[in-house]
């Protein structure tokens, strides 16, 4: 497979596929070594996990410098690796205060019986993700599952594979965490051949993929955890701070390019305040340069070159259908790489697509409402529930608001603060996705299936006690 580079438009990198029988054979190894990881204490496979800090850190300069390439994000790239970092020291301390099966005890309905707790990992976890954080939603869901005693079988996005190089490299280091965590290098097909070998699924990706995904498991009957996209919603209210507002609004839509779930995609205004919103956050989205020179700027291209057709018809199409660009609004080539500058619109409603379709691109498109239960109506208006924001002075008013606003996280006075914090439990409502929450303690929680020893202490029922009549 010949992979694009983002940047120069080039496609400077070659793939090599895992075939299916590749996939089978990596299950069965690690299917056959997680029959002892999963008997290690917890404390063990924390200690393991340490190991493999310090082997990500030696080859974190590599692994940073594939990322950038992958995705054309310096600054980015060193936060997600020095995000993984953090994710793994976070898990290492908590797993352990979470592992806590109950003690054996008498059964409070059945008193002759004891109970013993055991929860018992899935054996094989295929994690598949996107490519818009490749390093951070790759490892987000294996570094709990891993400590939960699961192996997991590991398939990041065909789009941005450089880092994997690096990252296998951190994970050969460590020869306990190699026979049990293994990577997947390839697209659709590999992905199907994961959801095919695992006893339980992470995605995060699209929704259509997501839907596919879920079927297939559910066909398996093994279980999904589906992180999917978004269209998400911010409202601002007659009595929010312009400055903050603007100045969020416009970080969380046009930040990594707008290549993020959690990023705001359509925006609505009180009428009072619409004015004055439109004409600031107008004059901060012309300042936002683009890194273009490969030195200095802001925002870099588009990652992936189908995105990029897609940003453009939502564009075309909002147009058509009588919107106005106060800025930016077209997807450019320049030196082979595809770029578009924050896009202010505005005159846009429902029926165009860059108000119901996800964008994953910098586009702002902004409406005005006229009262609070109209903004909830068109916050709501939508197949998405992954996140939102409210704005407002008023904090108790903001909370009455976001709490109607039918999605999973609420940032109030900012924008998609879930990719800052991981110990708030949520779920995605609506096609956003399904199943256990991946931040807070759940996401570590979720990996474990419960099991129960029912032990009898006395005598067991014979059929002599039993009497029984038809009617
Ligand atoms: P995608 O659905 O096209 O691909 C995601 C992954 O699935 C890739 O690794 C791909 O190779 C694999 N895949 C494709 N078809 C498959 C199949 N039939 N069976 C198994 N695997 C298959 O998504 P994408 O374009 O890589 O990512 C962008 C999407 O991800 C956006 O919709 C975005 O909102 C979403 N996303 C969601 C979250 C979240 O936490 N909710 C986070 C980041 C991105």
Request: glycine fraction near 8%; charge should be negative.
């Amino acid at each position: 497979m010949k992979i694009r580079n983002p940047f120069s438009g080039a496609y400077d990198y070659e793939l090599m596929e895992d075939s299916s029988q590749d996939i089978l054979e990596k299950t069965k190894n690690i299917r056959a070594a997680q029959r002892e990881w999963k008997l290690r204490s917890i404390e063990d496979r924390v200690a393991i996990l340490k190991k493999w800090i310090i082997s990500f850190t030696e080859f974190q300069s590599e692994i940073t410098d594939q990322l950038a390439i992958d995705t054309a994000r310096k600054r980015i790239a060193k936060v997600e690796a020095g995000g993984i970092i953090g994710l793994m020291q976070a898990w290492s301390y908590r797993a352990p205060q979470l592992y806590n099966p109950p003690p054996h005890r008498a059964s409070a309905s059945a008193n002759t019986v004891q109970i013993g707790q055991q929860w018992v990992p899935y054996d094989v976890v295929g994690v598949i993700s996107p490519w818009n954080f490749p390093l951070l939603l790759a490892l987000i869901d294996t570094i709990p599952a891993l400590l939960a005693g699961c192996g997991v079988l590991l398939k990041p996005s065909e789009v941005t594979p450089r880092f994997m190089d690096g990252l296998e490299k951190s994970i050969n280091a460590v020869p306990e965490l190699s026979r049990v965590l293994k990577l997947v290098r390839g697209g659709a097909e590999a992905g199907k051949a994961v959801v095919n070998n695992s006893d339980a699924i992470c995605f995060t990706g699209s929704v259509p993929t997501g839907k596919k995904i879920g079927a297939v498991c559910a066909e398996r009957f093994i279980p999904a955890f589906l992180e999917l996209g978004g269209k998400d919603p911010a409202i601002v209210l007659k009595d929010a701070d312009l400055e903050v507002a603007t100045d969020a609004v416009l970080r969380s839509a046009v930040g990594a390019t707008g290549q993020a779930c959690q990023s705001l995609e359509r925006i609505y205004v009180d009428h009072s305040l619409y004015e004055d919103f439109v004409q600031l956050i107008t004059e901060k989205a012309i300042k936002v340069t683009l890194t273009t020179d490969g030195h200095t700027g802001q925002m870099g291209p588009l990652i992936f070159e189908q995105q990029a057709e897609k940003i453009q018809e939502q564009i075309d199409d909002a147009l058509a259908k009588g919107a106005k660009v106060l800025t930016g609004g077209q997807v450019k080539t320049i030196n082979g790489g595809l770029w578009c500058e924050p896009t202010i619109l505005i005159n846009v409603d429902h029926t165009m697509k860059v108000m119901t379709e996800e964008t994953f691109g910098p586009l702002v498109p902004i409406m005005a409402f006229s009262n609070e239960e109209q903004a909830l109506d068109l916050a709501n208006d939508s197949i998405y529930g992954l996140s939102a924001s409210v704005f407002s002075q008023d904090i108790e008013k903001a909370i009455t608001i976001g709490s109607q606003i039918e999605a999973g996280a609420i940032s109030i006075n900012d924008g998609s603060l879930t990719n800052k914090v991981y110990d708030a439990e949520k779920n995605s409502f609506k096609d956003s996705g399904i199943n256990g929450s991946r931040m807070g303690d759940a996401g570590f929680l979720r990996f474990f299936r419960k099991k129960a020893l029912l032990i009898q202490t006395a005598h067991p029922e014979t059929m002599a006690n039993f009497e029984e009549t038809p009617s």
